[in-house]
Each structure stands twice: as structure tokens, then as C-alpha cells.
């Protein structure tokens, strides 16, 4: 049984990851948040808390309301408030890194994020492959046409980076500047007019080091949205050839961990059978201090607890209909 302390397991049978899922749901940190936010833990089986879980957190818990994430509203708590907050995040694996479990993995996927995120998670993954980490297949780092906010570029100034346009462009230059690469190998992609169709794909090939690809994926709904975490994972699968058993290594931010492993099994896992292990980044590296690292308030963990809410509500209906 996976413990609270960690986001679900690595598993793609139906009745682990439902197992995991309940775990992490019904863990005594999150039942201790609902009830401090005046919430009343619902009758019913998974499926019920989840959808009470995700109406509950949109009431109390979205402080994005649609924007991107450095445009929240940012909430006060109390002193006891704020403790609380923190103290689940951190049993609900959101705070701490912690390293790879396998010395050797099929892939290694860089998910993207803000500016200073896509750096630091390009400089974890070429630390990982620098101390040893073996990568039978590729890296690739994923992220989209996303425009930058002015705070991003601002943040990328200040550390005297370059003034990159979009996520794809840090997450490119990060690249070149980490691993030592001037110019891809392979190019590909469609130039739509507008960011939310639009896609590329660059692969680098670093002396004595596997393969670099950085994609900038589609948005599944551009009328409505940009391309989310999960619509970057599932475009990579379509570049990439997974088999079942293949060992997928996932880098991301502590904070992350959980939303993202839960959408990586949905779109990588249960459709390929592949196994997925999700890590956050380690702030204290020294190879990662070309950034600082953002405070991280109770308001962020309580959006990112919604965010896992909503990807595991999401994971198990998709487990459901197998």
C-alpha cells in the first residue's frame, strides 16, 4: 500500500492505481484540511470523494480562477492556518525532493514550467545524467508555445539569461547552455499562426550523452486553453516509441510531484503499460543556483493540492473505463 507521504505508485493495473489513489485521498492530512476549511468528508466510494474533493477545492482552494499561476490571487491565513497548510503539503509529498530509486531508466522527461522552473529542471536532469544516471532512450524536455508574463521575463533578466518569448524558448536555450549543444540535429514542426496549434520538435545529440529532444506541443482544446501538462506528455508519446515495462523517469518540482505523476500515468502508463517515477527537483544543488528558489506559500500548496485532486479524479475514470 503506497503511504501518504508520496504521490501514487508506478503501477498500471486498474486495482493499484485505485488503491494508490485512495491512499493519497483519504489520508488523515487532506481529511484534516477539508474539515478546517468547514468541509464534511462525503459518504461514498472514490469516485464520490473525488468529485466532492474537486467541487469542494474550486470553492476554497482556486485562487487561480482560470489565470496562470503567477497571476493567483494570493490568500492570508492565520498562524495556525498556514501551519496546517504546510504541514499536509509536506506529508502529502509535496515539499521534499527525493532522488531517482533506479540507477537506469528508458526515458528521462523534463516537464517545463515558469521561466526560472524550465532552468532549474533542465540543469536537475543534466546533474542526474553528469553523477551517473544512465538513459537508454532520450531526454526530452516538454513545454509549450506559452507566452512568458512580464514577472518571468523580469526573473530571467535579473540572473542575466537571455529574454526568451515562451516556454519553449527558455526550455531550449537551457539546453543549449547546460549540455553544451550549439544547434539540433533534427528540426520538425508546424508553424499554425497561433500558439495553441502550433508545435515543434528539436533534437540535440550531447557528446557522450543521450539525446536531447525539446518539443513544444498542441493545445487538445486551442479554442479554450494553451497545452497543459498533460497534453505535452501525451504529444511526446506520439514521438517516442514506449513499450510495456519501459522505466520512465519524470522531473518536476516537490510541489508538482503529485498532479503530474497522476497525469503521466493517465496519458503515458495506462494507455502504454509503461512505468512511471516522478522526483522534484532538489533546490539545494549547486548545480541549480542559477536561480533563486520561489517562497512557496500555503495559498500555492493549497492550489496544488487541487490540482492532484483534479488529475487523480481524472486518472480514475480514465482507469475506469479499461
Known sequence: MQSADAAPSTGTVADQITADVRAWVDSTPL?????????????????????????????????????????????TFDASTSRLVLDAAATLGMVRAT???RPTYAHLVVLGGLAHACVRRVAYAAHLLRTGLRVTGEVAVLGSFRPLSEWERATLADAGLPPDETEVDVLDTAVRQ??????????????????????????????GLPAVRVLAAPSSDPHRRRAHT?????????????????EVLMATAPIYVPFQHCDALRTLAVPSGCAIETVGVDPTLADLAVLPEQTLTPGRYLQEIRSAIRSMRALHDEVARQ
Not at 476549511?37 to 473525488?50: E, I, K, Q, S, T
Not at 498533460?230 to 519501459?246: C, I, K, N, S, Y
Request: proline share 9%; net charge negative.
Open 31 to 75: 481529511r484534516g484540511l477539508v474539515r478546517h476549511f468547514g468541509g464534511h468528508w462525503p459518504a461514498g466510494d472514490l469516485g464520490d470523494v473525488l468529485r466532492f474533493l474537486d467541487d469542494f477545492s474550486e470553492r476554497h482552494w482556486d485562487f487561480r480562477q482560470g489565470r496562470e499561476r503567477p497571476d493567483a490571487r494570493e490568500p
Open 178 to 207: 547546460v549540455f553544451g549543444v550549439t544547434a539540433p540535429t533534427e528540426r520538425a514542426g508546424v508553424d499554425a499562426g497561433h500558439p495553441h496549434h502550433s508545435w515543434s520538435s528539436r533534437t540535440y545529440r550531447p557528446s
Open 99 to 101: 532522488p531517482p530509486a
Open 230 to 246: 498533460a497534453d505535452t506528455q501525451r504529444f511526446w508519446a506520439e514521438h517516442v516509441r514506449l513499450a510495456p515495462g519501459d
